[in-house]
Nanobody
């Protein structure tokens, strides 16, 4: 599957939107479930959103539900995380992670099952 590279982070104002991208540099992500996690300076890495291998299941953390949308492009090489109405509490480094799964596997919300991780992209939300 190759490397995962995140992009799209930055410094924004509260209420703004961002679209984060997670691109696979090797093969496509078609056989992989992909999730986004985030980690603040004094917090553990937490699950934010996940998309199943077939893109037929989507899950979101309560903290972003209604403000986030995860999607995968048709080529299966990029997964996006759209974040709207950003809040200062959303300030964190955002990571994407992938795991090769069976066809109907559930989305995992813990970090352990994921085999591949990107280096992260920083999102800072000013109040």
């Amino acid at each position: 599957q190759g490397q995962l590279v995140e992009s799209g982070g930055g410094l924004v104002q509260a209420g703004d939107s961002l679209r984060l991208s997670c691109q696979a540099s090797g093969r496509s992500l078609r056989d992989y479930a992909v999730s986004w996690f985030r980690q603040g300076p004094e917090t553990d890495r937490e699950f934010i959103a996940g998309i199943s291998r077939r893109s037929d299941a989507l899950e979101y953390a309560d903290s972003v539900k209604g403000r986030a949308t995860i999607s995968k492009d048709n080529a299966g090489k990029t997964v996006y995380l759209q974040l709207n109405n950003l809040k200062p509490d959303d300030t964190a480094t955002y990571y994407c992670a992938s795991r090769r799964t069976a066809f109907f596997a559930a989305i995992e919300r813990t970090t352990g099952p994921y085999h591949y991780w990107g280096q992260g992209t920083q999102v800072t939300v000013a109040s």
